[in-house]
């Protein structure tokens, strides 16, 4: 049976806004899209807006965009306590939104992140990151939370040396040659950069919400934000994750509420569709008319969390690579090495033919990181 490619029939161009303001003095963000069809991959920009963030007391923060559909404000700025937000956009065919007005929320710091090695609901082994937190005065209960994991990499079969394409004239007696074409040559050459050790990177892509309402106490205890199974290669050295806790309302929580919960659902087909989900973002003298995102107000704190594979598993071997490595014969060698496909490895002599190639990421860990370590690294 052939696969089921699903295509959009009827389809709706509606503005879509992604605004937080923070009580972080910085230059604040809006990021501005239209909705796409179920076919393409990635969202149309809005461009040409006019973007201003307003407060009640005649305040105006003037943003400029940077990117196409990445706005920035001009000033550094934050969100204070007292004063009420409104965000205004005017689109480049002069179709003006607004938002409603939101204020900051008492301020909830993070008492504690951590790791834990646990089995979760499904008896996969792995590292559990948590957080603690609460509030003395009761008067924030909803939170949502991002993270940004960033883990070392260390290429298992790098060497310092590699194929390296030169003119053939240039070939000295002393290269060895693996092929030529008469113009070029395949030869084996010292390493320019460091491709042994890199950092990789993952944004959190999922929404993570949570609310202490309906508890005694305004406080999560053991309150999961990730889970990292213990075979996944980015636990095998050392792994660092920073999380970041967003004090939120109500409508704010009850709308990222609503879209975890559609994402979360196990089919498209679901009977339970929903309608469509309203944020507090609405076309002026038209409120009828559909606008996706919500702007929120909220306070923010963050931690972050370093720990090495070995604290939690002292005695297991490493977790698989993320890839198998197998050594090959590579056919065409010179257009794989241009294209950076593979790399070298000596050949165990007891191969025949010999195996003399790698996949990139395994001799190259810049194939799967950055080379350059993180300004807040610590090993």
């Not at 504690?112 to 089995?119: G, M, Q, T, V």
């Not at 972050?304 to 065409?332: G, V, W």
């Amino acid at each position: 049976m052939d696969p089921y490619e699903p295509k959009t029939i009827t389809f709706e161009d509606i503005l879509v806004v992604e605004a937080i303001l923070t009580d972080e003095y910085k230059h604040q963000e809006v990021i501005l899209s239209r909705s796409y069809e179920f076919e393409r991959e990635a969202p149309y920009p809005e461009t040409d807006a006019s973007v201003q963030i307003t407060n009640d007391s005649g305040k105006v923060y003037e943003f400029t965009e940077m990117d196409p559909g990445r706005y920035i404000s001009v000033v550094p700025f934050k969100a204070e306590k007292g004063y009420e937000y409104s965000l205004s956009i005017k689109s480049s065919t002069g179709k003006t939104y607004g938002s409603t007005a939101e204020q900051l929320h008492q301020p909830v710091k993070m008492d504690s992140l951590y790791a834990k090695r646990i089995n979760d609901d499904f008896e996969n082994n792995g590292m559990a990151i948590s957080i603690d937190n609460s509030d003395p005065t009761g008067r924030s209960r909803y939170f949502r939370y991002e993270y940004e994991e960033t883990y070392k990499i260390i290429a298992p079969y790098w060497l310092s040396y590699d194929y390296k394409i030169v003119n053939a004239g240039s070939v000295h007696e002393m290269d060895i040659v693996f092929t030529s074409n008469g113009f070029e040559s395949v030869i084996l050459a010292p390493k320019e950069e460091e491709e042994l050790i890199c950092y990789g990177t993952n944004a959190s892509t999922r929404i993570i919400v949570e609310t202490t309402e309906g508890l005694d106490k305004s406080e999560l205890t053991n309150f999961q934000v990730h889970f990292i199974e213990s075979d996944d290669y980015i636990l095998s050295h050392r792994y660092s994750i920073l999380v970041r806790q967003f004090v939120t309302s109500f409508n704010a929580y009850n709308y990222y509420k609503i879209l975890r919960d559609i994402a979360s659902s196990e089919s498209l087909f679901s009977e339970n569709q929903p309608g469509f989900i309203v944020g507090n973002i609405s076309v002026v003298n038209n409120p009828n008319e559909k606008v996706i995102g919500f702007f929120d107000v909220s306070s923010v704190s963050e931690r972050r969390l370093f720990f090495n594979y070995k604290d939690y598993y002292p005695k297991e071997r490493l977790p698989p690579y993320a890839s198998p490595c197998h050594p090959q014969k590579s056919i065409t060698l010179m257009e794989q090495v241009r294209l950076d496909f593979v790399h070298y490895i000596e050949p165990n002599p007891l191969d025949n033919p010999p195996l003399n190639a790698i996949p990139r990421e395994c001799g190259d860990c810049t194939a799967l990181g950055s080379n350059v370590k993180p300004s807040f690294w610590k090993d």
